[in-house]
């Protein structure tokens, strides 16, 4: 009987179009007075780490990883657009500069929230040159995000490498010596959302994608950066081997405390070695793991007696 | 007759479904969930559902079309939808200078079936382009299939007068790498959860999604002739000459060379591990004999003692 009901319901909400916004949704209704009464008191001011999390619409992320990848081995940039949410920033599309120029706004209510750019190959962190763009950004322009996104580590890892941050008013750091810059800026957390018709839309078009999934080689695909990884651990274990043998030196000199700087040093880069050194084979195990499913599942075929 | 009119009447945007089109179109993901937000977004503002239209770009290689991104387009709606033109002009600037070797390829709308508005806007943009493509996403489906379709317009007979009609067009999804893993990522987490699982477990869920899929598919297929068999459907030769020479594709590949092949990566693979492993240990050896070190240091003269039980 319920059941009945249930259908018949359904029936009727189809044949009336009827509106019902999730709350799911709501997130994607712009309401200027809120905004501008947020930008009006601003509370980042007062509290450097105001913003603690950051969401980013499916959206979003697949136009910064695709503007990224079409970049190639070449840093490309754009704008992000959102509102905030209490200590949530939210990022709900991504525009490639300079289409984002002037004439924009004609159809999109929110603001720049932020900017992104890629790392192709090397990661997500902020260099000494972006933590000051951001510094700048973050004086004038606040409330603003750094989202940095790695095309190439993203394709070798399987995963998508994408890192949200916000830097430190100035007076509240003193660089330190080693050139760290990691410690002007902190990451947000990251999650991500999408709409009701995005999950419909991504259901339907796994029905059709898991064919690509299945059938991808990774090893193949990233054969180029897994070999560059290889020789970049081996000029790293270099290195730390001649800074070892210059500690070894030094320790046996003077003794424990001459030793520490060096020593120290040359743990910092054996330990970033075996960690390295750790990933790579991680991605090259989760490939090598997919070209044994597929052999399994194509090649070895035991033919049932009829 | 008369019914004949009335479906006439109700479908006459429409060629005859002996018409086949006349291009291959490779649609990219990207372009679905832009017209999916737009529609979100127009939608959670207005209160209400509304129609949504915009421009779609890419490539064009002879009969085949690559359709990369999309844009919205402005419209107003005077008796008929009439698409803002000037806006279109300066859009179409802005992304020349961005995506410089993409062109415009069509448009989009959200909808049902077409109707006749839609012949009313395919006529005004094909004043931009040629012989522009249409698509259609129906945000109201409940099927599980892609609700997306694709058409060309063709110039018909039709009681006399040269009028414009539409063509169903089949596509192919793209499937460019970066793009695949960032659907895959953003399909499969639930809005609001954090993966705290390993890696390796990510990677496998994965690969048995896709697994089960061809499982579901292969039993679909099973099913079916077993069906066939009993009587209960129609035989069809030409399904079961296309599940035969699947069959008969297996094994895929199993010559020498293959194998060869496959063992040397497998093999360079494990090497990788091995040195991972290594680097590791001698890592953690460096640890262990620093920290001893330290520990010794306390007990004995500085540096003699330290020495002497290491050498």
């Given at each position: 009987m319920s059941s009945q009901s249930n259908i018949a319901l359904n029936n009727w909400l189809m044949a009336n179009n009827v509106e019902n916004i999730s709350s799911v949704d709501e997130?994607?209704?712009?309401?200027r007075k809120q905004q501008q009464d947020m930008l009006a008191a601003k509370p980042w001011d007062k509290d450097p780490h105001f913003f603690k999390e950051i969401r980013i619409s499916a959206l979003a992320l697949l136009k910064m990883v695709t503007h990224a990848r079409s970049g190639g081995h070449l840093e490309v940039m754009g704008l992000l657009l959102g509102k905030v949410d209490a200590n949530t920033m939210v990022v709900m599309d991504a525009f490639a500069l300079p289409v984002e120029g002037t004439e924009t706004r004609v159809n999109r209510l929110e603001n720049a929230i932020g900017w992104y750019h890629s790392h192709p190959g090397y990661g997500c962190w902020l260099s000494g040159i972006d933590v000051s763009t951001q510094m700048l950004n973050q004086n004038f322009q606040e409330p603003f995000v750094a989202i940095v996104v790695d095309p190439v580590r993203t394709i070798s890892a399987g995963k998508v490498c994408l890192g949200a941050f916000r830097t430190y008013p100035k007076s509240l750091n003193k660089v330190e010596d080693f050139g760290v810059?990691?410690?002007q800026y902190y990451a947000l957390e990251v999650s991500y959302f999408k709409s009701a018709l995005d999950r419909r839309l991504l259901d339907s078009l796994w029905n059709k994608y898991w064919v690509s999934t299945l059938s991808s080689s990774s090893l193949t695909t990233n054969a180029d950066y897994t070999t560059g990884q290889v020789s970049d651990l081996s000029e790293k274990l270099e290195q730390a081997e001649n800074s070892l043998g210059r500690a070894a030196l030094v320790g046996s000199g003077v003794g424990v405390s001459g030793s520490s700087i060096e020593d120290r040093r040359s743990e910092d880069r054996l330990a970033k070695a075996a960690r390295d050194a750790t990933k790579t084979s991680i991605e090259a195990l989760h490939g090598l793991l997919a070209q044994v499913i597929k052999d399994r599942l194509f090649n070895q075929v035991r033919s049932r007696p009829a | 007759m008369e019914t004949e009119e009335n479906n006439q009447n109700v479908n006459h945007v429409m060629a005859s479904s002996g018409a086949t089109g006349s291009i291959s179109v490779l649609l990219h993901p990207l372009v679905v969930m832009n017209i999916s937000e737009h529609w979100t977004r127009v939608r959670a503002q207005e209160g209400k559902a509304q129609q949504v239209i915009g421009a779609l770009i890419g490539k064009q290689k002879g009969r085949s079309l690559e359709i990369m991104n999309s844009f919205e387009l402005v419209f107003t709606v005077i008796e008929n939808v009439v698409i803002d033109r000037d806006y279109y002009n300066t859009k179409e600037e802005q992304f020349k200078q961005v995506f410089s070797d993409m062109d415009f390829l069509g448009w989009y709308t959200t909808g049902d079936s077409p109707n006749e508005s839609d012949i009313h806007v395919h006529k005004q943009i094909c004043e931009i382009n040629e012989s522009p493509v249409i698509l259609k996403l129906n945000p109201f489906t409940r099927n599980a299939d892609l609700p997306v379709t694709m058409y060309e317009s063709v110039i018909d007979l039709v009681n006399g007068e040269a009028t414009m009609l539409f063509v169903e067009l089949t596509y192919t999804l793209a499937t460019e790498e970066a793009e695949r893993i960032g659907v895959d990522h953003v399909a499969r987490m639930a809005s609001g959860d954090s993966a705290e699982s390993s890696q390796v477990a990510e990677q496998l869920q994965a690969q048995h999604n896709a697994v089960k899929m061809l499982a579901n598919r292969v039993r679909l297929i099973l099913e079916y002739i077993r069906a066939m068999e009993r009587g209960e459907v129609p035989k069809s030769h030409e399904v079961l000459r296309e599940a035969k020479s699947l069959t008969h594709r297996l094994p895929v590949l199993n010559s020498e060379i293959f194998q060869e092949e496959y063992y040397t990566q497998y093999n360079d693979v494990l090497l990788q591990t091995y040195l991972a492993s290594i680097t590791k240990a001698c890592h953690d050896l460096h640890q262990f004999v620093t920290k001893f070190n330290v520990l010794c240091d306390r007990q004995g003269i500085m540096g003699r003692r330290m020495r002497g039980l290491f050498f």
């Amino acid at each position: 009987m319920s059941s009945q009901s249930n259908i018949a319901l359904n029936n009727w909400l189809m044949a009336n179009n009827v509106e019902n916004i999730s709350s799911v949704d709501e997130i994607y209704r712009y309401d200027r007075k809120q905004q501008q009464d947020m930008l009006a008191a601003k509370p980042w001011d007062k509290d450097p780490h105001f913003f603690k999390e950051i969401r980013i619409s499916a959206l979003a992320l697949l136009k910064m990883v695709t503007h990224a990848r079409s970049g190639g081995h070449l840093e490309v940039m754009g704008l992000l657009l959102g509102k905030v949410d209490a200590n949530t920033m939210v990022v709900m599309d991504a525009f490639a500069l300079p289409v984002e120029g002037t004439e924009t706004r004609v159809n999109r209510l929110e603001n720049a929230i932020g900017w992104y750019h890629s790392h192709p190959g090397y990661g997500c962190w902020l260099s000494g040159i972006d933590v000051s763009t951001q510094m700048l950004n973050q004086n004038f322009q606040e409330p603003f995000v750094a989202i940095v996104v790695d095309p190439v580590r993203t394709i070798s890892a399987g995963k998508v490498c994408l890192g949200a941050f916000r830097t430190y008013p100035k007076s509240l750091n003193k660089v330190e010596d080693f050139g760290v810059h990691c410690k002007q800026y902190y990451a947000l957390e990251v999650s991500y959302f999408k709409s009701a018709l995005d999950r419909r839309l991504l259901d339907s078009l796994w029905n059709k994608y898991w064919v690509s999934t299945l059938s991808s080689s990774s090893l193949t695909t990233n054969a180029d950066y897994t070999t560059g990884q290889v020789s970049d651990l081996s000029e790293k274990l270099e290195q730390a081997e001649n800074s070892l043998g210059r500690a070894a030196l030094v320790g046996s000199g003077v003794g424990v405390s001459g030793s520490s700087i060096e020593d120290r040093r040359s743990e910092d880069r054996l330990a970033k070695a075996a960690r390295d050194a750790t990933k790579t084979s991680i991605e090259a195990l989760h490939g090598l793991l997919a070209q044994v499913i597929k052999d399994r599942l194509f090649n070895q075929v035991r033919s049932r007696p009829a | 007759m008369e019914t004949e009119e009335n479906n006439q009447n109700v479908n006459h945007v429409m060629a005859s479904s002996g018409a086949t089109g006349s291009i291959s179109v490779l649609l990219h993901p990207l372009v679905v969930m832009n017209i999916s937000e737009h529609w979100t977004r127009v939608r959670a503002q207005e209160g209400k559902a509304q129609q949504v239209i915009g421009a779609l770009i890419g490539k064009q290689k002879g009969r085949s079309l690559e359709i990369m991104n999309s844009f919205e387009l402005v419209f107003t709606v005077i008796e008929n939808v009439v698409i803002d033109r000037d806006y279109y002009n300066t859009k179409e600037e802005q992304f020349k200078q961005v995506f410089s070797d993409m062109d415009f390829l069509g448009w989009y709308t959200t909808g049902d079936s077409p109707n006749e508005s839609d012949i009313h806007v395919h006529k005004q943009i094909c004043e931009i382009n040629e012989s522009p493509v249409i698509l259609k996403l129906n945000p109201f489906t409940r099927n599980a299939d892609l609700p997306v379709t694709m058409y060309e317009s063709v110039i018909d007979l039709v009681n006399g007068e040269a009028t414009m009609l539409f063509v169903e067009l089949t596509y192919t999804l793209a499937t460019e790498e970066a793009e695949r893993i960032g659907v895959d990522h953003v399909a499969r987490m639930a809005s609001g959860d954090s993966a705290e699982s390993s890696q390796v477990a990510e990677q496998l869920q994965a690969q048995h999604n896709a697994v089960k899929m061809l499982a579901n598919r292969v039993r679909l297929i099973l099913e079916y002739i077993r069906a066939m068999e009993r009587g209960e459907v129609p035989k069809s030769h030409e399904v079961l000459r296309e599940a035969k020479s699947l069959t008969h594709r297996l094994p895929v590949l199993n010559s020498e060379i293959f194998q060869e092949e496959y063992y040397t990566q497998y093999n360079d693979v494990l090497l990788q591990t091995y040195l991972a492993s290594i680097t590791k240990a001698c890592h953690d050896l460096h640890q262990f004999v620093t920290k001893f070190n330290v520990l010794c240091d306390r007990q004995g003269i500085m540096g003699r003692r330290m020495r002497g039980l290491f050498f």
